[in-house]
Nanobody
């Protein structure tokens, strides 16, 4: 049962932009927050950005001023979160994972989408 579907990854040159999207299925109700995490080879998964249902955002220091997270919520039945990534750097290369928090259930994760920044 697929519950978080991601899209938008790919290969981009340094300084370029990408937009990631993640749609939550209607089976995930009561979402409090959604977010993006990333995991580079040989490293632990790390927070990129999160946004609550009230619009409060949180960013990793490494992406502040370059990345923007936003959401669209339709009748609390389908939530979509976006990550606009500008001024991309090679160190942004990673698999990016979408997340959804709907307490008291465990965090939901997407399948991941590869972002590669290289010339």
């Amino acid at each position: 049962q697929v519950q978080l579907v991601e899209s938008g990854g790919g290969l981009v040159q340094p300084g370029g932009s990408l937009r990631l999207s993640c749609a939550a299925s209607a089976s995930i109700f009561g979402i409090y927050a959604m977010g993006w995490y990333r995991q580079a080879p040989g490293k632990q998964r790390e927070l990129v950005a999160t946004i609550t249902s009230g619009g409060v955002t949180n960013y990793a220091d490494s992406v502040k001023g370059r990345f923007t997270i936003s959401t669209i919520s339709r009748d609390n039945a389908k939530n979509t979160v976006y990550l606009q990534m500008n001024s991309l750097k090679p160190e942004d290369t990673a698999v990016y994972y979408c997340s959804a928090d709907a307490p008291p259930r465990p965090r939901f994760w997407g399948q991941g989408t590869q972002v590669t920044v290289s010339s």
